[in-house]
């Protein structure tokens, strides 16, 4: 008996490990296409190739789920601030950044816990590489926007219907079409690199 039962879990353990040795190697094959996806964006630019690979460095994709139902009040906080200058670092009424300007919408309903800075925001969620897969309240991120060494530079959430708010250096916080290509080459599309979701 004791040896019916001994390999019974020897061929559970050997089940179970098989089908984690399947998993990880689904993940590292989604992931890789999904990598590829991405420098194909940057158009061979090796400057911005060698940005990607750094922040690839430390952990992305980075589990978080916030509730769905914060996202109109979330929304609704953002857009408090329409109007207001862009500076990089503010985060109040006088000034605010991209990213400044998640960060305390997000702050304001109560999810303390989420970095600040865009390139750091990037690595939380679910990564959606296509505009057209964007839902409202997925966070848009950007690259090559202005020089730095971060490889995301600015930052904005998805209001759906190609809009999305965001502080720019030109309008400070306004809501921007994605795919608008009567501004300068359709810069926002150009510069999209992805988005995340972090509500569920």
Do not use: C
């Not at 630019?45 to 978080?64: A, G, H, S, V, Y």
């Not at 999810?111 to 990037?122: K, S, Y």
């Not at 939380?124 to 897969?133: N, Q």
């Not at 971060?150 to 998805?158: E, K, M, P, R, V």
Request: aromatic share 12%.
């Amino acid at each position: 008996m004791n040896l019916i039962k001994l390999l019974f879990l020897r061929l559970s353990f050997k089940k179970v490990a098989l089908t984690l040795l399947i998993f990880v190697i689904i993940f590292f094959i989604f992931n890789d296409s999904q990598n590829k996806v991405l420098e194909k964006k940057l158009e061979s630019n090796e400057i911005l190739i060698l940005k990607f690979k750094d922040f690839q460095k430390d952990r992305i994709n980075m589990k978080t789920e916030f509730n769905v139902e914060l996202i109109e009040s979330i929304l609704d906080t953002a857009k408090t601030y329409l109007g207001t200058p862009n500076e990089i670092g503010g985060v109040d009424y006088n000034s605010i950044d991209a990213s400044g300007l998640i960060h305390v919408s997000l702050n304001k309903n109560g999810i303390l816990e989420f970095p600040r800075i865009a390139q750091d925001m990037a690595r939380y969620g679910e990564r959606i590489l296509e505009v057209k897969d964007l839902k409202r309240g997925d966070l848009i991120f950007f690259f090559d926007t202005y020089e730095t060494d971060n490889l995301i530079t600015s930052a904005g959430i998805y209001l759906g219907e190609n809009n999305f708010i965001s502080s720019t250096s030109k309008k400070g916080v306004s809501i921007n079409k994605m795919d608008n290509p009567t501004f300068e080459e359709n810069y926002w599309m150009e510069h999209f690199f992805y988005g995340t979701r972090i509500f569920k």
